[in-house]
């Protein structure tokens, strides 16, 4: 197989078009940018609180309520949480035993109040929660050179990366499946989260069993995974990358476990919680800065989540909707200081095979989006909404993914199961997947690089019409504002007001002597806006 | 008359089927594969291709000719009072009978903190790859979340003149479930409003039996996709108009 290239420079892309894309992008996100930063969550203090080191539940294990969620609540109820968690804190831990752990645990479990401290008192727990949030800081950006050191050591995989899906709601099930699929050729894997799990308001605890459809999204879960991936990885002479979702109300935190624990990649959208969990936009887009530039700092590729408006809207008719959203959430990821090379942008495959000539259209879709995002390490799904029963068919419709996947140098292919939408993938079709996706990368790899489009040909037609409706949809969005845009259902057809859906009220805005050097640090060392 | 399989002549009985076994790749494994489908009543098995992936698991693609019959008249084929209908055909009845979108109201009652089962069904997103409600163009959801009150939903219900109130109880203690469910009953019926709503609830620990000790319309148990309530809503919001 011939090295992996970007395929650039096929389709003669209009760059006027493509350059007032990213102007209007920009205009559209300044007041969410202003938004994100000049508000906090609940869940972003929590996050914090996680980086310092409070960690654990109180409580037994399946009705434990963990103690950054206490600590925030009796801050919150006490002080108020518009000038941020960290001075009452830091406040409680210099005036009481000085350990982190084990004051959170007291005011977590109401042995301790929570006050406002003044004078001297303050300039102390200032400085306190200075020097933990440059540990904080250090220990984010060690995920980058961890992850280095095991790919120095391991050796790095080849591009494109196959990337799998495991989903069995049991961490210990899980870990010999996503073993058994790196070796047959897997290089990510992702852990399908529990049903509900994004509008839980916590981060459960500990090693779980019990997932419904998925696997809570837990620390223990991250490090198990962690470790057993890299053991298989050390094997196979590849470095295995992990994905989850940092996604949710609990966004910020997600991200920040998977910091703690090495995580490679992370499901990271500007507005898939809106759209299609519910979730407050003022929250979303507060907790998307945040995480974003946690993200950013631990080297994590984030995947954005496209692809999804093409399960419910039509691929044909909202193929520009795609695009317009790439240009909003790499605006958004450029903001909170993420760079292109983080920026697995995500699309997909899911033309409806019954409409004559759609493999060129879907060439027109991908390639489309190669040339405007030429550094972004594109993710590409394969085709759910139109797989039947007929796993037959499934398994060629499939290929033709993949082809088209090889064709136009995505980075990222997520592997299509000819089981999609009949059941949870059997260990198998991860294999037939592997296989299918293996001949077709093999067999295409030098037709990808000699292929070019007709000039003015049917696919240069369709690419062209795609940027153009992105542009007038971008225009329409900018004329009125994204939040007005989303809340007349400008995206997925969805409605969604400013006040609507769950976690509004964790959202706080900051008072002017609003203190969080964690913030502080992730803005600086990002170069995110702040 | 009986049937059985028809590979490339009658009666020849010919299935293929696939599946992986635990075992190393080998002729140990071959041999299992072979006498497990002598054992799932497969004459002269074959087997076609052997795969190993990785070194604990072998995967089989094999032939075999059956050896049960079945007579299709004798099969007994249960009732289900309502159709199962495609997307376009919800929008479509709705649209016919109804002239104007189905307000559905959804809530978690109680002391229920868990809206998983309520989003499976309400959301966008759906559940097992069947979309929610929201995702059809013929209803207009409002998804109350959880621990909601029962005189909330009566307000709601006012508010949007819902059509349709799912409630929904994954979380039970000590009958608590059914205990929420008559709360919410009670609240509609105090209010007036009972006998106007189509009243379903759901749960995993519901069963379709229960509907008239609950005095509900409809029931759903474990495992209920999006499409089953939304085929539901169509019919009996077709029924009512009819009648």
């Known amino acids: 197989m011939s090295e992996f290239t970007r395929a650039l420079g096929r389709l003669n892309i209009d760059k006027e078009a493509l350059s007032e894309c990213r102007e209007l992008a920009t205009e559209i996100c300044g007041p969410i940018e202003d938004l994100a930063t000049t508000h906090t969550t609940e869940s972003i203090e929590r996050a914090c609180l996680r980086l310092v080191g409070v960690d654990g539940v109180i409580g037994a294990a399946v009705e434990g309520v ?10 919150k109820a006490s002080v108020g949480l518009e000038r941020g968690a960290m001075i009452p804190f830091f406040h409680a831990v210099e005036s009481g035993c000085g350990d982190i752990g084990s004051e959170a645990i007291r005011i977590a479990s109401g042995e301790r109040e929570v006050s406002w401290p003044e004078d001297f008192d303050l300039d102390i727990a200032m400085e306190r929660a200075r020097r933990e949030a440059a540990h904080a800081a250090d220990l984010v950006a060690s995920a980058r050179t961890r992850r280095e050191g095991v790919i120095g050591e391991v050796g790095e995989a080849p591009k494109p990366w196959f990337y799998e899906i495991v989903a069995t709601g049991n961490i210990h099930e899980d870990i010999p499946q996503a073993q058994a699929a790196a070796r047959e050729g897997c290089d ?7 049903t509900g799990q994004s509008l839980l308001d916590y981060v459960p605890y500990g090693a779980t069993t019990d997932g419904f459809a998925g696997t809570y999204a837990t620390q223990e879960n991250f490090r198990l995974m962690r470790a057993a991936l890299d053991e298989v990885g050390a094997e196979l002479g590849r470095y295995i990358r992990l994905t989850n979702y940092a996604s949710g109300l609990c966004m910020p935190e997600i991200a920040a476990l998977g910091a703690m624990e090495r995580l490679d990649m992370m499901l990271n959208d500007c507005m898939y919680g809106i759209i299609f969990r519910d979730i407050n936009m003022q929250r979303t887009f507060t907790d998307q800065h945040f995480s974003r530039m946690v993200n950013s700092l631990a080297g994590v590729i984030i995947n954005t989540g496209e692809d999804n408006y093409l399960t419910t809207a039509d691929a044909i008719e909202s193929a520009h909707t795609v695009l317009a959203s790439h240009f909003l959430n790499e605006r958004l990821a450029l903001a909170a200081g993420l760079p292109p090379e983080q920026m697995g942008l ?7 095979p019954d409409v004559d000539d759609q493999i060129a259209m879907e060439i027109a879709h991908a390639q489309l989006i190669r040339e405007c995002f030429p550094e972004a390490p594109l993710k590409y799904m394969p085709p759910t909404k139109h797989m039947t029963g007929n796993i037959f068919q499934g398994f060629l419709y499939d290929g033709m993914f993949n082809l088209v996947g090889a064709l136009t140098g995505q980075d990222i292919m997520l592997l ?10 059997f260990l198998s079709d991860r294999d037939l997947a592997l296989e299918n996706a293996s001949y077709v990368f093999r067999g295409a790899s030098t037709l990808a690089g000699e292929l070019r489009f007709d000039p003015g040909g049917d696919v240069e037609r369709r690419a062209a019409q795609v940027l153009e409706e992105c542009r007038q949809m971008l225009r329409k969005v900018a004329e009125i504002g994204m939040f007005a845009a989303i809340e007349a259902g400008m995206f997925a057809d969805t409605v969604r007001t400013r006040d609507g859906g769950r976690g509004l009220d964790g959202v706080v805005g900051r008072a002017d002597d609003y203190f969080n050097p964690v913030t502080e640090l992730l803005t600086e060392r990002t170069g995110a806006i702040g | 008359m009986n ?14 089927l696939s599946f992986t076994l635990p075992i190393e790749e080998g002729e140990r494994a071959r041999q299992t594969a072979l006498e497990l489908a002598r054992k799932m009543g497969f004459q002269s098995p074959q087997v076609v291709h052997m795969k190993a992936m990785g070194p604990d698991f072998t995967f089989f693609v094999m032939y075999g000719s059956t050896t049960h019959v079945v007579d299709p008249e004798a099969i007994e084929i249960p009732d289900r009072e309502f159709p199962e209908l495609a997307y376009s055909e919800v929008n479509r009845v709705i649209r016919e009978k109804l002239k104007r979108r189905l307000v559905v109201v959804g809530a978690c009652t109680g002391t229920d903190a868990h809206t998983v089962g309520l989003d499976a069904i309400l959301s966008m997103k759906g559940f097992a790859g069947d979309k929610g409600l929201e995702y059809f163009a013929g209803m207009q959801v409002v998804n109350m979340g959880s621990q909601v009150d029962p005189s909330a939903i009566v307000e709601m219900v006012r508010a949007e003149r819902a059509d349709a109130v799912l409630v929904s109880q994954v979380v ?25 709503l189509i009243l379903v609830g759901g749960g995993p620990r519901f069963t379709p039996e229960q509907a008239t000790e609950l005095g509900y319309d409809r029931i759903f148990g474990r495992g209920t996709k999006p499409s089953e309530v939304a085929s539901y809503l169509a019919w009996a919001i077709s029924n009512r108009i009819s009648a």
């Open chain 2, 172 to 196: 039970t203690q000590r009958d608590a479930h059914i205990h929420h469910l008559k709360e919410v009953r009670d609240a509609l019926v105090e209010a007036g409003e009972r006998d106007r």
């Open chain 1, 188 to 194: 990510i894997v992702a852990v399908i989260r529990s």
């Open chain 2, 3 to 16: 049937v059985k399989p028809y590979g490339d002549a009658s009666d020849d009985g010919l299935v293929q």
């Open chain 1, 346 to 352: 995500g699309h997909a495959f899911e033309i409806d």
């Open chain 1, 66 to 75: 963990p103690v950054p969620n206490l600590v925030v609540e009796k801050i």
């Open chain 1, 416 to 425: 299509g199961m000819m089981t999609e939408g009949v059941h949870t993938p």
